[in-house]
């Protein structure tokens, strides 16, 4: 989590009885070789970077639609733009 800001964490808190905390912990080691807290550190950050990558996503996507209205000749896509810059027939 250390790409996030403290701000915008959500806290998650995990009640587990020792049993049951104990099963979890040998079974995220067996499986993974983290330690239960890094686990959840890892599974949470995961998520995270999935949420901003959605938000990015619909951002994108808007930024495309309004472009698309527009005048057309203000958008250029960076493939076109390499391609132009790359022809060497110019």
């Known amino acids: 989590m250390k790409n996030r800001?403290?701000?915008?964490m959500?806290?998650?808190?995990?009640?587990l009885n020792k049993e049951s905390k104990k099963k979890a912990e040998e079974v995220i080691?067996?499986?993974?070789?983290?330690?239960?807290?890094e686990y959840i550190e890892a599974l949470v950050q995961k998520y995270a970077n999935e949420y901003d990558n959605e938000i990015l996503n619909n951002e994108?996507?808007?930024?495309?639609?309004?472009?698309?209205?527009?005048?057309r000749t203000n958008f250029i896509t960076a493939e076109t733009t390499e391609d132009f810059f790359n022809d060497t027939n110019i």
């Open 5 to 8: 800001n403290s701000e915008n």
């Open 10 to 15: 959500t806290s998650i808190e995990i009640i």
């Open 29 to 37: 080691k067996a499986r993974t070789g983290l330690k239960f807290n």
């Open 60 to 71: 994108t996507q808007k930024f495309i639609d309004e472009a698309g209205r527009g005048d």
